[in-house]
T-cell receptor, first 116, second 112 residues
């Protein structure tokens, strides 16, 4: 596709369930980011993949959160044993070059997670 | 943290007026970027200004950067109702090896 694709666009789950959110970046983009945005708030960095380097996981809020990127393309963010405070919009972004060179991130439309 | 902080948090103006939003940050940067977010949707990149630049224009957008004050401003001239959105600044640190850090945004409302 032409842009970053995220699925599902909306997910409602019960507290304690596991969820998986998927991100399909723009073809050829080497960097992929996950951010979280709570209602009316800014973006909270979660994790960053760049090429074949080890991911920067410094933003993951707890060990219930994990992410992988298979074949340098599609990424899955997994939240285990979801809690109500995990409710947010999860945004994925990709970029063609290391951030310092071009800087521009291309965002998907986000996955809105609601934990009941 | 070098999180950008936008000011004001919310701004309401009449169509045709200019809108100015400010961003402050804490540490040395490689570049600073502005993004726009329509309600409930993804962010769209507007403009990037590098640390050795002082001003940049793109259409009705004008961005300034003052590295001595660690601040930037985004000016939207002749605003339109369609400019209603949230605007975020984001910074890349000097090494360029860390992900963009976003501020909390300015919510702009342009009233027709």
């Amino acid at each position: 596709g032409a842009g970053v694709s995220q699925s599902p666009s909306n997910k409602v789950t019960e507290k304690g369930k596991d969820v998986e959110l998927r991100c399909d970046p723009i073809s050829g983009h080497t960097a992929l980011y996950w951010y979280r945005q709570s209602l009316g708030q800014g973006l909270e960095f979660l994790i960053y993949f760049q090429g074949n380097s080890a991911p920067d996981k410094s933003g993951l809020p707890s060990d219930r959160f994990s992410a992988e990127r298979t074949g340098g393309s599609v990424s899955t963010l997994t939240i285990q044993r979801t809690q109500q405070e995990d409710s947010a919009v999860y945004l994925c972004a990709s970029s063609l070059d290391p951030v310092a060179n071009t800087g521009e991130l291309f965002f998907g439309e986000g996955s809105r997670l609601t934990v009941l | 943290s070098q999180q950008g902080e936008e000011d004001p948090q919310a701004l309401s103006i009449q169509e045709g007026e200019n809108a100015t939003m400010n961003c402050s940050y804490k540490t040395s940067i490689n570049n600073l970027q502005w993004y726009r977010q329509n309600s409930g949707r993804g962010l769209v990149h507007l403009i990037l200004i590098r640390s050795n630049e002082r001003e940049k224009h793109s259409g009705r957008l004008r961005v300034t950067l003052d590295t001595s004050k660690k601040s930037s401003s985004l000016l939207i001239t002749a605003s339109r109702a369609a400019d209603t959105a949230s605007y975020f600044c984001a910074t890349v640190d000097l090494s360029g090896n860390t992900p963009l850090v976003f501020g909390k945004g300015t919510r702009l409302s342009v009233i027709a």
